[in-house]
């Protein structure tokens, strides 16, 4: 003989009486909450109701407060961020524009590691760019007024 046990249809006896308990409780626990909330709660609830009683749009409404700002002409700057990626950016977006290269850590030293094979770039600089910082590959930053100088030179030889 088998016994077959399945789920009653309807909701236990137990969630009933729970139910049951908060409904007659609903204006203490109001105002419990209420006490607890230092208002807020009813304030919610108030929003609540007045928001299901407003009339809904009929369709999609589209409001543009003033206007897109005109595109402006991008203003390079070269940068070290904080990951020591050496980068030019557009001043005003701050979105990058070129990669220039790497800070880099060997023996404790600080150093730049221009964007080319040689250094394990993926996507290398161009010929002309390469031309330009050739000679900075391998320079040692020591310093954060050497790293503002070394700005300063990159800036002159791309004229930015």
Do not use: Y
Not at 126 to 146: A, F, K, P, S, W
């Amino acid at each position: 003989m088998v016994d077959i046990f399945s789920k009653s249809d309807g909701p236990r006896r137990e969630d009933v009486a729970c139910k049951r308990i908060i409904e007659e409780n609903k204006t203490t626990i109001h105002k419990l909450a209420d006490q607890i909330s230092g208002g807020q709660f009813s304030r919610s609830r108030a929003a609540n109701a007045k928001a299901k009683e407003s009339p809904k749009p009929d369709g999609l409404r589209i409001h543009i407060m003033g206007s897109a700002p005109a595109p402006s002409a991008p203003d390079p700057v070269v940068r070290v961020s904080l990951n020591g990626r050496v980068i030019v950016v557009d001043n005003t977006t701050s979105k990058q524009m070129r990669f220039l290269g790497q800070m880099r850590t060997k023996n404790g030293q600080n150093f730049f590691a221009l964007a080319t094979k040689e250094n394990g770039f993926i996507s290398p600089l161009d010929e002309e760019t390469e031309e330009l910082l050739c000679d900075l590959n391998g320079v040692i930053i020591e310093n954060d007024d050497i790293k503002k100088k070394f700005v300063d030179v990159i800036t002159k030889r791309l004229d930015l």
